[in-house]
């Protein structure tokens, strides 16, 4: 069984900082893609960051400059460093992962989620 644990949400002020990690554990033979995805209140899920296998990353506009996402091959685990941060990124932030299992058929995951509330 394959899961994606997400931590470091919680509640932050406007222009401060926080760390996102999300550990990958399980029956795994490799990971490829992997990536972070938020989703405010009424609003669809929106990619966040994605980072590939060779460390190629890719941003959504209204976070580049101020997030970071890295990764760690031999850990399984990927993390993303939100720095300035506004009010406008309040929402749930969701770790994902394009993963091949020892037994059983690549698939993507998603972890189950950590809230980012951003308010004075």
């Known amino acids: 069984q394959v899961q994606l644990v997400e931590s470091g949400g919680g509640l932050v002020r406007p222009g401060g900082s926080l760390r996102l990690s999300c550990a990958a554990t399980?029956?795994?033979?490799?990971?490829?893609?992997m990536g972070w995805y938020r989703q405010a209140p009424g609003k669809q899920r929106e990619l966040v960051a994605t980072?590939?296998?060779?460390?190629?990353?890719n941003y959504a506009d209204s976070v580049k400059g101020r997030f970071t996402i890295s990764r760690n091959i031999a850990e399984n685990t990927v993390d993303l460093q939100m720095n300035s941060l506004k009010p406008e990124d309040t929402a749930v932030y969701y770790c994902n992962a394009d993963i091949v299992r020892l037994s059983g058929p690549q698939e993507w995951f998603w972890g189950q989620g950590t809230q980012v509330p951003v308010s004075s």
């Open positions: 980072i590939t296998s060779g460390g190629s990353t």
């Open positions: 399980g029956s795994i033979f490799t990971i490829y893609d």
